[in-house]
Nanobody, 126 residues
Framework: QVQLVESGGGEVQAGGSLRLSCAAS????????MAWFRQAPGKEREFAAA????????KFADAVKGRFTISRDNVRNTLYLHMNSMKLEDTAIYYC???????????????????WGQGTQVTVSS
């Protein structure tokens, strides 16, 4: 079972940037598609971004497309989310997740992921 630990959250002003990290241990990180989800106060968890095992394919939610990038380092077993031009509505708890085995493509539904980190808070202020 893969354990995931997010870090890098904090408070940032609107228009600023932040980089989140997700350290993986206890499994073969390099085999799996990984994703970032987020949950804003009073809202349901939503997909933000995902990246395939080889980094060949990435996918982004419309709300973050063009502002966020996702990357991974399969040697360091770490997933990253680079957030730029941040908006107030990016305020949320951000979670990294590992895809379930045998899922094809780049899933965006939370049910397609079976390992989750504890989350890291990101707050965007005006």
């Amino acid at each position: 079972q893969v354990q995931l630990v997010e870090s890098g959250g904090g408070e940032v002003q609107a228009g600023g940037s932040l980089r989140l990290s997700c350290a993986a241990s206890g499994g073969t990180f390099s085999r799996y598609t990984m994703a970032w989800f987020r949950q804003a106060p009073g809202k349901e968890r939503e997909f933000a971004a995902a990246i395939t095992a080889s980094s060949a394919t990435t996918k982004f939610a419309d709300a973050v497309k063009g502002r966020f990038t996702i990357s991974r380092d399969n040697v360091r077993n770490t997933l990253y989310l680079h957030m730029n031009s941040m908006k107030l509505e990016d305020t949320a708890i951000y979670y990294c997740a590992k895809v379930r085995p045998f899922r094809v493509g780049v899933p965006t539904a939370g049910d397609d992921y079976d390992s989750w980190g504890q989350g890291t808070q990101v707050t965007v202020s005006s």
